[in-house]
């Protein structure tokens, strides 16, 4: 079983913190995984693609993911040209897609738990909890791997995961 996920994300919202977070998580739970980022000239705001592999073998591969099995969407205004079979949106209202697809209010979930820099919702851990959620990661992996990716930082962000782990919803 391998799965790859293309993170579709703007600077500064989380998307590669996201991936290593969700990679240690999947590790934690005896799988092999692989967290690699994709920018240009890095400012806020700019196109940022992460991409993410889990399997429970060793994985090889170390190139982009062109054709993913999921696709996690952190602002619905980047246009995206991906046929996943599954798509997670960060979303207020559910939105139908061609594929099977996750909805999330992540950018609420952010500002409710004062995830917040320079008036930019971080998206990385409500992001992560519906992810991990889809890919059938547990929440005490998920737990561990945000206290070991992001330490001290780690409780608030937990809980905004938690959350969006809970509520994630699917059309």
Not at 160 to 167: D, H, I, L, P, Q
Request: glycine share 6%; proline share 4%.
């Amino acid at each position: 079983m391998l799965t790859e996920v293309t993170i579709y994300c703007r600077g500064g919202q989380g998307g590669v913190t996201a991936a290593r977070i969700l990679a240690t998580a999947a590790m934690l739970q005896g799988y092999y995984s692989q967290a690699m980022p994709q920018f240009g000239p890095e400012r806020r705001g700019a196109r940022v693609n992460a991409y993410l592999r889990i399997s429970d073998r060793p994985i090889r591969r170390r190139s982009v993911i062109k054709n993913p099995d999921i696709a996690a969407v952190f602002d619905r205004k980047i246009e995206i040209d991906s046929e996943a079979s599954v798509v997670i949106l960060n979303s207020p209202e559910a939105v139908q897609t061609p594929s099977r697809t996750y909805y999330v209010n992540a950018t609420e979930i952010a500002e409710r738990h004062g995830l917040v820099n320079a008036g930019w919702a971080i998206l990385s851990a409500p992001m992560s909890g519906a992810i991990a959620r889809v890919l059938d990661i547990e929440i005490s992996a998920l737990k561990e791997a945000m206290y070991t990716e992001l330490g001290e930082r780690a409780e608030r962000s937990f809980k905004a995961a938690k959350e969006a782990y809970e509520v994630i919803k699917w059309t």
